[in-house]
């Protein structure tokens, strides 16, 4: 989490803005008016930034002290993973 928010505390208020707003533009009418997500994760159009906050957030979680071994190689694994592999764990694809 608080890497999370330290990613998001380095975007500049138009940034963030651009984000909400094209995760807005993908989200059907009838889940926004039930309050549900945007859409299944095999349809969403991503920006190609999500990688590099992926990696960096793996990256800081291996960096913690006190994680299983197993742990921190997995972590290390999917920060060094390459864009087309990350591409289709994020849309589910097998």
């Known amino acids: 989490a608080d890497a999370q928010q330290a990613l998001l ?3 500049t208020p138009q940034q963030r803005e651009a984000l909400q707003s ?14 549900m997500p945007l859409r299944p994760a095999n349809t969403l159009q991503l920006d ?13 979680c291996a960096d913690e002290t006190g994680l ?3 742990t921190r190689q997995e ?3 999917v ?5 087309a592999w990350l591409d289709a764990q994020a849309h589910a694809v097998l």
């Not at 094209?22 to 039930?34: H, I, K, M, V």
């Not at 190609?48 to 800081?60: A, I, V, Y």
């Not at 920060?79 to 864009?83: E, T």
């Open 48 to 60: 190609g930034c999500w990688r590099d906050w992926l990696r960096m957030l793996c990256q800081h």
């Open 22 to 35: 094209q995760a807005r533009a993908q989200q059907s009418s009838a889940a926004a008016g039930a309050g």
């Open 75 to 77: 972590l290390q694994r």
């Open 68 to 70: 299983p071994l197993e």
């Open 79 to 83: 920060a060094a993973a390459d864009d």
């Open 9 to 11: 505390d380095e975007l």
